[in-house]
């Protein structure tokens, strides 16, 4: 007799997989699921922008799950697959908690439905594709391999996957166009000397389990230009992106977008740091 093409044991490890990542869209998800802004934002949006972000969203996804999916992959092709299969994994829940908080019923306009829920799913998405980097144990030998395949590439990568995760759940509202409107430039300076502070700290001084301490002889002024600056300059681009795609920055200054890219930036950093501590 020829072996099935998927054991029983596959099937249930991916069963399992799928279960991790509802939950992990569930938890990641749930600040933008309760958030008045993105319900607005959701009926506004334009098709191009909600394109675009998953234009964006998918090789980030794909990156991500190349380095902490839920299942383990043979290759990069398996990641893409898992990265749809994340989405829609987030889609579903999205629809679900969205349906229980009645934000959108059987008579919302498809046009509306379909966009709070693609933006619910983007949050989502990242917190299906980390669950089996959370939600379940891994083995020495895993974490292993996984720093060997980290170079600097997927370095960044990761950076800019926790910059759009953390940053999609705080530029939506309002507060980021007060707190630029609140700051002085001498705030501003202040806050974006004590992001790239933090960005390194969190990651090569203070020791968090996860991070990484530099080579041996690597000069301080290397490694806080090669990964912190760059790490914060893909920060900001991320921040831009955000402002735009959430209509932020239709009718503000330049002096306006630099002082939110700031704002905003300040928790994109943490995210991109943690996703490199949590990955």
């Given amino acids: ?67 902490s999916g839920f299942k383990r992959t043979r290759g990069v092709l398996e990641d893409v697959v898992d990265a749809f299969v994340a989405i829609a994994v987030a889609a579903a829940m999205a629809v679900i908690v969205l349906l229980a908080f009645n934000v959108i019923d059987l008579s919302t306009p498809p046009r509306e439905a379909v966009g709070k829920i693609a933006l619910q799913t983007a949050a989502g998405s990242f917190g299906a594709v980390l669950a089996g980097g959370q939600l379940s144990a891994r083995d020495e030998q895993t974490n292993h391999r996984r720093e060997r395949r980290l170079g600097y590439p997927g370095t960044l990568l990761l950076m800019a996957a926790g910059a759009l995760f953390l940053g999609l759940n705080v530029a939506p509202t309002e507060e980021m166009s007060l707190l630029a409107y609140m700051m002085t430039p001498w705030h501003e300076i202040a806050l974006a000397l004590l992001s790239l502070t933090l960005m390194h700290a969190f990651v090569y001084s203070v020791q968090f389990p996860g991070g990484q301490a530099p080579r041996a002889g690597a000069a301080f002024w290397s490694v806080f230009a090669r990964y912190t600056v760059a790490g914060y300059a893909i920060v900001l681009l991320i921040s831009l992106y955000l402002l735009w795609t959430f209509g932020q920055t239709g009718h503000a200054s330049v002096r306006e977008i630099v002082s939110s890219c700031i704002v905003l930036g300040f928790p994109a950093a943490i995210g991109a740091a943690a996703a490199r501590l949590i990955l």
């Avoid at 998927?6 to 749930?30: C, K, N, T």
């Avoid at 319900?39 to 334009?46: E, K, P, T, V, Y």
């Fill in 1 to 67: 007799m020829t072996q099935a093409a998927h054991p029983p044991h596959d099937d249930r490890e991916f069963l399992l997989g799928l279960a991790r990542a509802f939950g992990g869209s569930l938890i990641f998800a749930l600040p933008m699921l309760m958030t008045m802004e993105m319900w607005h934002i959701g009926f506004q949006i334009s098709e191009i922008k909600l394109i675009l972000l998953y234009v964006l969203l998918v090789p980030l996804l794909t990156g991500v799950d190349y380095f």
